[in-house]
């Protein structure tokens, strides 16, 4: 069964580092997304991509995220200077986006900011 | 603002009980709605979804129950098993104008399953 993978599992960073996870969607599917879920919180969507550009992102997404789908295959997150607060578990899904609404979710890189 | 929460953040029930948990929404023009799954270290995995056009939609072993009128959604897992025990999130999302596939979260219940 076709799956959404992520690299790498765990990302340990300093502050004010850049750092950049990366996404295999499902090979089919058109929709991508990035979602955090900071420990012991819901799970918060943070952007929408398709067709080579952002659909929508939320607050949280400001000047220093930035999302990229490089090639036919990956779509990744930057973070341009992180800060202690980006801490957090990052996921990313995709979806056909054809009628289907389901997202499938990958298993997650956690970040942790020290 | 927008908002999706639980009423119950924990629920514990004997293995091949019925397990039933809840969740209240906010926004009226969100037109689906979809139960994930989530186990420890794992990503939220998809169970079942409903549009808002259905009071009601089955899968296997789960049921997912829309009452629009006061804007609540159940999932309903018969016969639970050890293997069920997880985090469920009920999720919103409105496939419209631009934003589309935007899920909206709620905190999550913690169901554990006894055997």
């Known amino acids: 069964e076709p799956e959404v993978t992520q690299t790498p599992s765990h990302q340990v960073t300093q502050m004010g580092q850049e750092v950049i996870l990366r996404c295999v969607p499902i090979s089919n599917h058109l929709y991508f997304y990035w979602y955090r879920q900071i420990l012991g919180q819901k799970v918060e969507f943070l952007v929408s991509?398709?067709?080579?550009?952002?659909?929508?992102k939320s607050e949280i997404f400001d000047d220093q995220f930035s999302v990229e789908r490089p090639d036919g295959s990956n779509f990744t997150l930057k973070i341009r200077s992180t800060k202690l607060e980006d801490s957090a578990m990052y996921f990313c899904?995709?979806?056909?986006?054809?009628?289907?609404?389901?997202?499938?979710f990958g298993p997650g890189t956690r970040l942790t900011v020290t | 603002g927008e908002s999706v929460g639980l009423h119950l953040p924990t629920l514990s029930v004997q293995e091949g009980d019925n397990s039933i948990i809840n969740c209240a929404y906010s926004n009226s023009a969100s037109d689906y709605f979809i139960w994930y799954k989530q186990e420890s270290g794992k990503g939220p995995q998809f169970i079942i979804d409903?549009?808002?056009?259905?009071d009601k939609r089955q899968g296997q072993r789960v049921t997912v129950l829309l009452n629009k009128t006061v804007k609540h959604l159940s999932l309903q897992i018969a016969a639970t098993q050890p293997g069920d025990s997880a985090v469920y999130f009920c999720a919103e999302g409105y496939a419209g104008g631009t934003s589309y596939g935007k899920l909206t979260f709620g905190q999550g219940t913690i169901l554990t399953v006894h055997p």
């Open positions: 899904a995709s979806s056909t986006g054809t009628g289907g609404v389901e997202q499938y």
């Open positions: 409903i549009r808002s056009n259905m």
């Open positions: 991509f398709y067709n080579n550009e952002i659909s929508e």
